[in-house]
C-alpha cells in the first residue's frame, strides 16, 4: 500500500520561504508524477505543480515565480519550497501521487495534509 | 485557465434519495482525438484528503460503490449518487486534467438531511 507523508514547518513567517517534504513509502518514487496541492481553510483546491521522478516539473502559473519543487530518488521523497510567503499560503499542504494511464491524470494517492500558518 | 464551476454551492438530501451535483467547465475537456472527456471527480470528508471517485468524467475508481455514477460531455457534467446513505455526507469536487494548470470546482457540500 503506497502512503504518502508530509512533513515540515506549521509555522512559518510572512516574506520567508515555506519547505515541505513528502516522504513516499510503499513503492518507488521513480516512473511516477509527483504533485503538491493546497487547501486554504474552509476553501477549494489548488494544484501547484508536479514532478516527474527525472526531475522535470510543471508548476501553476499563478504561482510559478515562487514555487520550487524537487525529488530525491535516493530517499523516495520529494519537496516544495515556496518563497515571499504571505497570509494567504495558510493552508493545508498535500502532497499525491498522479496516476497516468491512457491519457487520464488524476490522484489516487495523498498524503494526510499538514496545516501551514503564516504568521509573524 | 480552464475554470471550472460546480453548482449548487451545498445540497440536503435524504437518505435513500437521489443527490445530483453539476460542473461546468470555461471550455470544453473533450480531447477529440480520442472523444474523452478529461474530467474526474473526488469525495472529501472532514479531516481527510480527497478520495478519487471517477474519472473520464464517467469512469468510477475502482471499489467506488455503484450508486455513483458520472456523466456529461464537453463543458457540462454530473455526478449522481442514486440512493444516498450517510456515509456520503462530504464535500464533491470535480477537476479537469484536460490540460495544465489542473483545475478544481470550488466544492459542493452535500449533507443529510
Known amino acids: 500500500q503506497v502512503q504518502l507523508q508530509e512533513s515540515g514547518p506549521g509555522l512559518v513567517k510572512p516574506s520567508e520561504t515555506l519547505s515541505l517534504t513528502c516522504t513516499v513509502s510503499?513503492?518507488?518514487?521513480?516512473?511516477?508524477?509527483w504533485s503538491w496541492i493546497r487547501q486554504p481553510p474552509g476553501k477549494g483546491l489548488e494544484w501547484m505543480g508536479y514532478?516527474?521522478?527525472?526531475?522535470?516539473?510543471n508548476y501553476n502559473p499563478s504561482l510559478k515565480s515562487r514555487v520550487t519543487i524537487s525529488v530525491d530518488t535516493s530517499k523516495n521523497h520529494f519537496s516544495l519550497q515556496l518563497s515571499s510567503v504571505t497570509a494567504a499560503d495558510t493552508a493545508v499542504y498535500y502532497c499525491?501521487?498522479?496516476?497516468?494511464?491512457?491519457?487520464?491524470?488524476?490522484?489516487?494517492?495523498w498524503g494526510q495534509g499538514t496545516l501551514v500558518t503564516v504568521s509573524s | 485557465d480552464i475554470v471550472m464551476t460546480q453548482s449548487p454551492d451545498s445540497l440536503a438530501v435524504s437518505l435513500g434519495e437521489r443527490a445530483t451535483i453539476n460542473c461546468k467547465s470555461s471550455?470544453?475537456?473533450?480531447?477529440?482525438?480520442?472523444?474523452?472527456?478529461?474530467l474526474a471527480w473526488y469525495q472529501q470528508k472532514p479531516g481527510q484528503p480527497p478520495n478519487l471517485l471517477i474519472y473520464?468524467?464517467?469512469t468510477r475508481e475502482s471499489g467506488v460503490p455503484d450508486r455513483f455514477s458520472g456523466s456529461g460531455s464537453g463543458t457540462d457534467f454530473t455526478l449522481t449518487i442514486s440512493s444516498l446513505q450517510a456515509e456520503d455526507a462530504a464535500v464533491y469536487y470535480c477537476?479537469?486534467?484536460?490540460?495544465?494548470?489542473?483545475?478544481f470546482g470550488q466544492g459542493t457540500k452535500l449533507e443529510i438531511k
Open positions: 471550455q470544453s475537456v473533450l480531447y477529440s482525438s480520442n472523444n474523452k472527456n478529461y
Open positions: 514532478i516527474y521522478s527525472s526531475g522535470s516539473t
Open positions: 477537476q479537469q486534467y484536460y490540460s495544465t494548470p489542473y483545475t
Open positions: 473520464w468524467a464517467s
Open positions: 510503499g513503492d518507488s518514487i521513480s516512473n511516477y508524477y
Open positions: 499525491a501521487r498522479e496516476r497516468r494511464a491512457g491519457g487520464y491524470v488524476v490522484f489516487d494517492y
